[in-house]
């Protein structure tokens, strides 16, 4: 599908940078200026953008309609200022950073700046992320609207009214991946300590992990549903299942691992 896509300023070209800077080419956007200092993480895209090491070099009479904050939430008060002469041109700013407040990026960018807040996730880099994304006050439909193309480049979109509720986002999807990456991990040390072969213990706990998402994907069903569909009464499932479900095993420790997450997200807000 190609649209009409403003021309458009990257910040940051690392993993989630480069991950939409794709989704957006490959939406048929047509010019986009991105600002890396280190130039092997955008090196992919030399050819089909304009690849800068700082805000210094930004081309004359430049003025793009949309300005992305990929860089680390750390970064943005030694960074952000070197943009706010987008404010009065009407950019949209959109910021993946976690953490960091709308009201900490204005402070940076002047009052009047229309910025979304968003939280996408590595699976945008095959175009099956999630992101949630608030709209602060002040950002008009039309801004809204590009930014929702901008995130559905790269997979499913939600919004939400109340910006703190992008910190829980970040704790469950943003870094969701990393929880189902670790669970692959420990299901092929497992496989291991039960005297499988190491090669056979990783593809299956990568190909379980990987058929279970497209399961889960492709059915209507819930996870519960999915989840019981598996475990036979008396059967070895169960058995596992009343390790893993006890409520001080997985439950409370997903419940404390999204509590943490979120705090630190809180305490990214600047
Ligand atoms: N990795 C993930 O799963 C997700 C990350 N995020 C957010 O995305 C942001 C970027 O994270 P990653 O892509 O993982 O990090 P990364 O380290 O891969 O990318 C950051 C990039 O910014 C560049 N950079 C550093 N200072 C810069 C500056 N002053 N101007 C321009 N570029 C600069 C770095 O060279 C690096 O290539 C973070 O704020 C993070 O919270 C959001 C959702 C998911
Ligand atoms: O770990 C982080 O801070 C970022 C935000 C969500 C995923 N990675």
């Known amino acids: 599908m190609t649209e009409t896509l403003p021309d458009l300023l990257l910040i940051g070209c690392g993993k989630m940078g480069g991950a939409m800077l794709s989704g957006w080419l490959e939406r048929g956007l047509s010019r986009a200026v991105v600002v890396e200092p280190y130039a092997p993480a955008a090196e992919a895209f030399a050819h089909r953008a304009t690849i800068i090491p700082d805000a210094t070099a930004i081309p004359a009479g430049f003025a793009p309609g949309a300005v992305v904050f990929a860089i680390k939430p750390q970064e943005a008060p030694a960074t952000l200022p070197a943009y706010a002469r987008f404010t009065e041109g009407g950019a949209l700013f959109v910021s993946i950073m976690a953490g960091r ?8 960018l002047g009052g009047g700046a229309a910025v979304v807040r968003a939280m996408p996730n590595t699976p945008a880099a095959v175009r099956q992320g999630f992101t949630a994304a608030y709209a602060a006050p002040g950002v008009t439909t ?3 609207a590009l930014a929702d193309t901008l995130l559905q480049a790269v997979g499913e979109v939600a919004w939400v009214d109340d910006e703190d509720q992008i910190n829980p986002v970040t704790a469950v999807s943003g870094g969701g991946p990393a929880y189902v990456f670790l669970l692959a991990e420990v299901m ?3 496989a291991i300590e039960q005297g499988l072969p190491p090669d056979l213990a990783r593809r299956m706990a990568r190909a379980t992990v990987a058929g279970s998402g497209a399961l889960l994907a492709a059915s209507t069903q819930d996870a519960a549903d999915l989840r019981r569909a598996v475990t036979s009464p008396k059967g070895t499932t169960e058995r596992a299942l009343a390790v893993l479900m006890d409520p001080d095993a997985w439950p409370a420790s997903m419940s404390k691992a999204i509590q943490a997450a979120t705090d630190r997200a809180r305490e990214l807000a600047g």
């Open 101 to 108: 407040s709308v009201a900490s990026m204005r402070a940076a």
């Open 142 to 144: 039309a801004q809204a």
């Open 188 to 190: 092929e040390k497992a």
